[in-house]
């Protein structure tokens, strides 16, 4: 699983307090937003990329990471998740990923486990790489977030912060709702 993989799947309640991010959240905050996402429950993140390219218009990626909630023990989550990244001129996504992830709240971070039977990888435009990514996925399935790279905005919405290994990434926005709506 690529770093940039490993970040956006921080859809989840994923939040701690730090003198660089005066707005992160805390444990606390972490807490009420997993208390939210009850089974059955959609969280979804997106944000769009631009990428600078030497006399033409940014390229723009979109992606869109959306996880059902399977399962709540209070800091111990567990999701199916579906992520895609897409050109807007484009019909379809050029990379679609899913797995099941179990989230864990710990004292200053969350960690992050993608069941390795559970991927599937989509590369449509390069069907030649997939087996080279999906390898590379199933070769590294537990991250860690630290809290410090989520904002709360309010029990149902937040932010994923760019965290110090991309602090020019754009900032991924978050929402918990239910599965119809």
Same mark, same amino acid.
């Given at each position: 699983?690529?770093?940039?993989?490993?970040?956006?799947?921080?859809?989840?309640?994923?939040?701690?307090?730090?003198?660089?991010?005066?707005?992160?959240?805390?444990?606390?905050?972490?807490?009420?937003?997993?208390?939210?996402?009850?089974?059955?429950?959609?969280?979804?993140?997106?944000?769009?990329?631009?990428?600078?390219?030497?006399?033409?218009?940014?390229?723009?990626?979109?992606?869109?990471?959306?996880?059902?909630?399977?399962?709540?023990?209070?800091?111990?989550?567990?999701?199916?998740?579906?992520?895609?990244?897409?050109?807007?001129?484009?019909?379809?996504?050029?990379?679609?990923?899913? $797995?099941?992830?179990?989230?864990?709240?710990?004292?200053?971070?969350?960690?992050?486990?993608?069941?390795?039977?559970?991927?599937?990888? +989509?590369?449509?435009?390069?069907?030649?790489?997939?087996?080279?990514?999906?390898?590379?996925?199933?070769? +590294?399935?537990?991250? $860690?977030?630290? $809290?410090?790279?989520?904002?709360?905005?309010?029990?149902?919405? $937040?932010?994923?912060?760019?965290?110090?290994?991309?602090?020019?990434?754009?900032?991924?926005?978050?929402?918990?709702?239910?599965? +119809?709506?």
């Amino acid at each position: 699983m690529s770093k940039l993989t490993g970040y956006m799947m921080c859809l989840t309640a994923l939040l701690g307090v730090t003198a660089r991010d005066a707005g992160a959240a805390t444990l606390s905050e972490m807490r009420m937003i997993n208390a939210s996402q009850k089974p059955g429950i959609v969280v979804t993140c997106n944000r769009t990329t631009k990428i600078p390219q030497n006399g033409e218009p940014p390229v723009r990626i979109d992606s869109l990471l959306t996880g059902v909630v399977l399962q709540n023990d209070g800091d111990r989550l567990v999701f199916d998740v579906t992520f895609t990244q897409r050109y807007p001129a484009q019909p379809g996504p050029f990379r679609t990923e899913k $797995y099941r992830l179990t989230t864990e709240l710990e004292a200053t971070r969350q960690k992050m486990v993608i069941d390795p039977e559970t991927i599937e990888l +989509s590369l449509p435009y390069a069907r030649g790489l997939e087996e080279t990514f999906l390898t590379g996925m199933k070769a +590294s399935t537990v991250s $860690y977030d630290d $809290y410090s790279t989520y904002r709360v905005i309010s029990a149902t919405d $937040y932010q994923i912060l760019p965290g110090p290994e991309f602090p020019d990434a754009p900032v991924m926005h978050c929402t918990v709702r239910t599965a +119809s709506g």
